[in-house]
Nanobody, 126 residues
Framework: QVQLVESGGGLVQAGDSLRLSCAAS????????MGWFRQAPGKEREFVAA????????YYPDSVKGRFIISRDKAKNTVYLQMNSLKPEDTAVYYC???????????????????WGQGTQVTVSS
């Protein structure tokens, strides 16, 4: 099993940067593909970024491509989401997730992930 704890959320202004962290525990973290999703009030959960278990492949939707960067540090059992040039529409609860089915057509779906964190709130003011 994998336990996930997100941190780093907060209130920022448009154009600012923020880095989210996802600390993982459990022996399977090193072999897990990791993803970040977000959910705004009244909206469905949305894919934000994914990184393969090796760290060698990443994937982003067009809405965040060029602004967000996902990375992982296996020594620290941590996944990061660096968010730059934040916009008010980035406001949401951000969730970290762990799964094990790396295909770009699959990792965009929440069903590809077996384990989820509790989420961290990101609010971007205009």
């Amino acid at each position: 099993q994998v336990q996930l704890v997100e941190s780093g959320g907060g209130l920022v202004q448009a154009g600012d940067s923020l880095r989210l962290s996802c600390a993982a525990s459990g022996r399977t973290f090193s072999s897990a593909d990791m993803g970040w999703f977000r959910q705004a009030p009244g909206k469905e959960r949305e894919f934000v970024a994914a990184i393969s278990w090796s760290g060698g492949d990443t994937y982003y939707p067009d809405s965040v491509k060029g602004r967000f960067i996902i990375s992982r540090d296996k020594a620290k059992n941590t996944v990061y989401l660096q968010m730059n040039s934040l916009k008010p529409e980035d406001t949401a609860v951000y969730y970290c997730a762990a799964g094990g089915a790396w295909r770009r057509s699959i990792v965009v779906h929440s069903t590809a992930y077996a384990y989820w964190g509790q989420g961290t709130q990101v609010t971007v003011s205009s």
